[in-house]
């Protein structure tokens, strides 16, 4: 179950994204009086495919997960949101509806700063709205590259750039400890769980990997960037 909280003010927050450096103190005010804070559980949905904009997001901790759904109830994981990621969504000035979800997979804190009050800021302010669109050019060439690895990358490129991605951008660390379910795996590789599965198995026999339960250590990093380079 969701809580409502309000932990801090946005004038000395220390989990605000790095986009709130370029307002003013008189700015973050008015920001702090029209949001409100939400924890989520993990699997709660922070917003829906298809729901109206009504809000940008500041998300303050945890980890969640950007996912598009497609038809029979298959999904598509885009990418995966850490602490402090702002997030305004795609359809924010073309008809005002999200056009993916957005999902805890931990224990989530989000901060709901209200649509307008962002867009005034945006339209007063330059170099936010600089920073802004820097920060929405990041996300669509990191969509691009999505795009090119599903369409031309075979199973084996999938997976690995999968794991590239969790080890080196999400937990940092290798060995680590996979905090998404095996089919969220799959949906972020784009492939079926059967599929990634066997990926898996082979990738683990013939020692690229370790697996360990949910622990997994890539044993060769060159190789496996070649893999996922060459897909």
Known sequence: MS???????????CKRSPIFEFLSEKELQLINDHRHEVVYSPGETIFKQGVACTHVLSFTSGLAKIHMEGY???????RLVKPVEFITGAGIFVNERH???VTAV??????????????????????????FMTLTQQTLIHSLHKLISLNQKHSQGKIAEALIYLSKEIYQS?????????LELAEL????????????????KEKIISMEGSKIEILNLDLFSQISNKG
């Open 106 to 131: 931990d224990k989530s804190c989000v901060c709901f700063i209200e649509k307008d009050t962002f867009m005034t800021i945006l339209s007063s302010n330059k170099k936010f709205c600089a920073e």
């Open 3 to 13: 809580d409502f909280v309000l932990n801090s003010h946005c004038v000395n927050c």
């Open 174 to 182: 290798n060995p680590f400890k996979l905090g998404i379910s095996k």
């Open 99 to 101: 056009h993916y979800s």
């Open 72 to 78: 029979e109830g298959k999904n598509l994981i885009l």
């Open 189 to 204: 590789a784009g492939m079926s769980k059967e599929g990634m599965f066997k990926i898996l198995r082979e990738f683990d």
